[in-house]
């Protein structure tokens, strides 16, 4: 850092104050959100940061101006925490900033209008990450990380102040969205039910009348959620919606949400084309397709194998595992064809040895036994019509249609 005089940092300080009062007085949300975005590690704060380690003393600036001290627990508090944020001091920089941010919140109740949304976002975002450094921070020296604990708890705070009548309410559904980052990263999703039940039942809001960012957001989230649920239609509609509303320049959250969503079609048993995988760089799911195209179960044990780590960190590893039973059925259809070739009389009779010998050559050593236990599980789900014949050890095949198509529906359970 370059030297910097006692009044070179007095006037950079003075600027800040100045700005803050300014941007609330003339109701100028841009400049006053910025005076809140430490991520931004932009050029002023940082520049201010290195003047509060200086000058030692902004609080007496705060104090010796009426226009200043009006707003002093929220602007003492927040010069703390950049001060500790520039020198690395997160967790202290966490707890000044979600002291200034409650001071905050009690201003902006009190303001009639929504003027100051934008700036409550960036306040809502900046505790946010603020907290998952902290919490970095603790666990470094062997502490216990609660910052985004507590940080869950402030924004329940503001989602209360928002859930209101009035303009204020279309900033509910961004907090919501900061809400679900943290109980997603802290594994307490099932948190989002009572959030998701204001939004979804409350008379006050109109989900048309959110942002489009916030809603695909939400419904980015909450489709993840039918997919832990496994309510495979409902995360359809819900990551669809997400998909079809993003914003087609953003590759990265298109690519976010297909990732869900692939899993979600497969299992309904619409499958994705190659040229969508290459584009977002997901191929991980293309042996999947190939599997369920083939009727090929050591490819699809081969895939899920050697991208484990990554499908259970998205959470979809059992969603895929599923899948299992679609590649039998596709496995017994192609039986079924070849046999139909040979002998047309006798198409809808499979014996199951036959099976058994397809499993062998695709490596998959089972017996008898098992292999009826499947196809009880087939025809119990309706993924292959028919019934056993079991002294012959025969699957006798419906004449109509014996392998229904699921046509956009699950697999039943």
């Known amino acids: 850092m370059a030297y910097l005089s006692m009044g070179e940092a007095h006037r950079r300080i003075t600027d800040y104050l100045n700005k803050f009062s300014d941007a609330v007085s003339y109701q100028d949300v841009a400049s006053?959100?910025?005076?809140?975005?430490?991520?931004?590690?932009?050029?002023?704060?940082?520049?201010?940061?290195?003047?509060?380690?200086?000058?030692?003393?902004?609080?007496r600036l705060i104090k010796q101006s009426d226009k200043f001290s009006?707003?002093?627990?929220?602007?003492?508090?927040?010069?703390?925490?950049?001060?500790?944020y520039r020198l690395g001091n997160l967790v202290d920089a966490y707890h000044a900033y979600e002291k200034s941010a409650n001071a905050f919140i009690q201003e902006f109740r009190n303001w009639e209008?929504?003027?100051?949304?934008?700036?409550?976002y960036v306040i809502a975002y900046e505790i946010r990450v603020l907290a998952?450094?902290?919490?970095?921070?603790?666990?470094?020296?062997?502490k216990s990380p609660e910052k985004l604990k507590g940080a869950g708890s402030f924004l329940m705070r503001v989602f209360g102040v928002l859930a209101g009548k009035g303009s204020k309410r279309v900033g509910a559904l961004y907090v919501?969205?900061?809400?679900?980052?943290?109980?997603?990263?802290?594994?307490?999703?099932?948190?989002?039910?009572?959030?998701?039940?204001?939004?979804?039942?409350?008379?006050?809001?109109?989900?048309?009348?959110?942002?489009?960012?916030?809603?695909v957001t939400y419904m980015y989230y909450t489709g993840r959620l039918e997919v832990f649920n496994e309510n495979f239609p409902a995360a359809d509609h819900k990551l669809s919606y997400a998909l079809t509303h993003c914003n087609p320049l953003r590759e990265?959250?298109?690519?976010?949400?297909?990732?869900?969503?692939?899993?979600?079609?497969?299992?309904?048993?619409?499958?994705?084309?190659?040229?969508?995988?290459e584009k977002y760089n997901l191929l991980e799911y293309s042996n999947v397709v190939q599997a369920l195209k083939r009727g090929d179960l050591r490819l699809l044990r081969h895939a899920l194998q050697e991208h484990e780590d990554q499908f259970l960190r998205s959470g979809v590893y059992l969603v895929l595992e599923k899948l299992e039973?679609?590649?039998?059925?596709?496995?017994?259809?192609?039986?079924?064809?070849?046999?139909?070739?040979?002998e047309p009389s006798k198409a809808h009779q499979l014996k199951l040895e036959v099976i058994v010998k397809a499993l062998k050559w695709l490596e998959m050593d089972m017996d008898l036994d098992e292999v009826?236990?499947?196809?009880?599980?087939?025809?119990?789900?309706?993924?292959?019509k028919g019934y056993f014949a079991h002294k012959s050890k025969v699957v006798v095949l419906s004449k109509q249609d014996p392998f229904p198509k699921l046509n956009g529906k699950p697999v039943n359970s």
């Open 32 to 59: 006053l959100a910025q005076l809140f975005s430490f991520s931004s590690n932009s050029p002023s704060l940082l520049s201010l940061a290195d003047a509060l380690n200086i000058f030692l003393d902004a609080n």
């Open 70 to 84: 009006q707003f002093g627990e929220i602007l003492a508090p927040l010069l703390r925490s950049l001060q500790n």
């Open 113 to 120: 209008s929504a003027w100051a949304l934008e700036a409550l």
């Open 132 to 142: 998952e450094r902290a919490d970095r921070e603790l666990a470094s020296n062997g």
């Open 176 to 215: 919501t969205c900061q809400l679900f980052k943290i109980y997603f990263k802290l594994g307490t999703v099932h948190l989002c039910r009572s959030v998701i039940r204001s939004i979804e039942t409350a008379r006050i809001f109109d989900f048309e009348e959110f942002p489009r960012r916030d809603k």
């Open 252 to 277: 990265a959250n298109i690519r976010m949400i297909l990732k869900y969503l692939i899993p979600v079609k497969l299992s309904l048993g619409i499958l994705p084309k190659a040229s969508l995988l």
């Open 325 to 342: 039973l679609q590649v039998y059925q596709r496995l017994v259809k192609k039986i079924y064809f070849i046999q139909k070739q040979k």
């Open 372 to 384: 009826e236990c499947i196809m009880t599980i087939l025809i119990y789900k309706n993924l292959v």
